[in-house]
């Protein structure tokens, strides 16, 4: 079954709006989650590296004002998405570290989240 | 630079076999790991090598030459299902996952 939940699995809203999305990990806790962008036929692209406690870890480029992270507890990531314009419409892919070892999956994903901003 | 490469689309046929080839460039080596993405879902983890040569899980087998930096995922009896694409991902030295752009596998029957 699924380790990590993530919700909602598709947003359609109006431009302006903010969006949050949540990450789960159910098994496990996850001191470190990770969130991806993946726009139609490209790969993933890493946006941010969520850590427990402190604050996200951001890649080139992405904004940490637009994109604000939150990994309040060792199960639980959010990524909000504010003031969403028809740009940021993507499909959003959180993963989380499985601390159990390193040996088979480094990272467990979420399923996604669609976004669509008219 | 960190750097993997992978070809941006392949062709099979049904019932036949495809071999995608992996070549990187990191900053330090954990492991390398093929996954699977349908359109429109997350990827899924297919293998892992960290040792150099060939690991098999069915019909998927993955091989590694680190002094190379190269790999391949080999997929044996195609089947239309595979049709995805296939992510290469390098974990360096600081445990982050590099990954590759990914190589659409399109099956035909």
């Known amino acids: 079954g699924a380790v990590v939940s993530q919700h909602p699995s598709w947003v359609i809203c109006k431009s302006g709006t903010s969006v949050k999305i949540e990450c789960r990990s159910l098994d496990f806790q996850a001191t470190t989650m990770f969130w991806y962008r993946q726009f139609p036929k490209q790969s993933l692209m890493l946006m941010a590296t969520?850590?427990?406690?402190?604050?996200?870890?951001?890649e080139q480029g992405v904004e940490k004002d637009k994109f604000l992270i939150n990994h309040a507890s060792l199960t639980l990531s959010t990524l909000t998405v504010t003031s969403a314009h028809p740009e940021d419409s993507s499909f959003y892919i959180c993963?989380?570290?499985?601390?159990?070892?390193?040996?088979?999956?480094?990272?467990?994903f979420g399923d996604g989240t669609r976004l669509s901003i008219l | 630079g960190q750097n993997i490469d992978q070809p941006t689309e392949m062709t099979a046929t049904e019932g036949a076999i495809v071999q995608i080839n992996c070549t990187y460039q990191t900053s330090g080596f954990n492991g390398l790991f093929w996954y699977q993405q349908h359109a429109g879902e997350a990827p899924t983890f297919l293998s892992y090598?960290?040792l150099d040569g060939l690991e098999e899980k069915g019909r998927f087998s993955s091989f590694l030459s680190r002094s190379k930096g190269y790999s391949y995922l080999l997929l044996k009896e195609l089947q239309m299902k595979d049709s995805a694409s296939y992510l290469c991902a390098v974990m360096d030295s600081n445990y982050q996952l590099i990954w590759g752009a990914g190589t659409k596998l399109i099956i035909k029957p």
């Open positions: 993963s989380a570290r499985d601390p159990r070892g390193l040996g088979n999956q480094p990272q467990h």
């Open positions: 090598n960290v």
């Open positions: 969520s850590n427990e406690g402190s604050k996200a870890t951001y």
